[in-house]
């Protein structure tokens, strides 16, 4: 997204350099932002009654929801619940802006790795490339973020993270999974975030043909991020849903039925 400059964002965080000419971490008031959201969706969680099932949104309300929007970017996406049917249902409309809603939840990675969700994505513009800033835009995203543990951070993260939390009170998120419906045809399965390497796009949804439809969509977070990472994850994640259009400066609109984590 334009004009974003962050510390260890899930899709915008800026990193130092390196003698490689690689950034690794920049400390701006943005970092504060995330510290912020940390606190949000790191609360302790509590199990649901069905043991196989953690967590289940079927957006009946937004309790559960904080905003999600960021310092350099004036003009927000919109989240409203809308009916179809008997049934309330999460709509997201994005006119080149972008913003999202994080869910306070939490759960750990290892325990349930099982993420299910119903999108619908009625408007959906083709532009840009999103392997590229300019192009980096989804009309709908669920996307991951893991905590960081300071317990399995080498010693150059130890002194990241350290630093931010000495200067912001709170660690920034280790790194984020985000699951995506892009307009633009890509053989990839996994993208390298084009601001950060500490976010992973997972392509799940190309192009128009199912455009208008609702899709049903079931991951396990902790494979995939097996896969794109080459690693194992933190074990503590948050979950949020995005829409923006900020970069290519177009119009989206999609719709969440319900999202579910479980083993």
Known sequence: ???????????????????????????????????????LIFPASSPGADPAVLFREDFAGLARWEPLTFPKIKAHSTYTLVKEGEKSVLKAESNASASGLVCRQTFNIYEYPRLRWRWKVTLLPDRGDPREKEGDDYPIRIYVMFRYDPARATTGERLVYNATRLIYGKYPPHSTLNYVWTGRHIPERFIVSPYTDKARMVVLERGKERLGRWVEESVNVLDDYRRAFGKEPPALAGIAVMSDTDNTGARAEAYVDFIEIGR
């Open 1 to 39: 997204m334009k004009g974003r400059q962050a510390g260890l964002c899930p899709r915008t965080g800026r990193w130092p350099r390196r003698r490689d000419g690689r950034e690794i971490t920049t400390f701006i008031p943005l970092l504060l932002f995330w510290a912020v959201v940390m606190s």
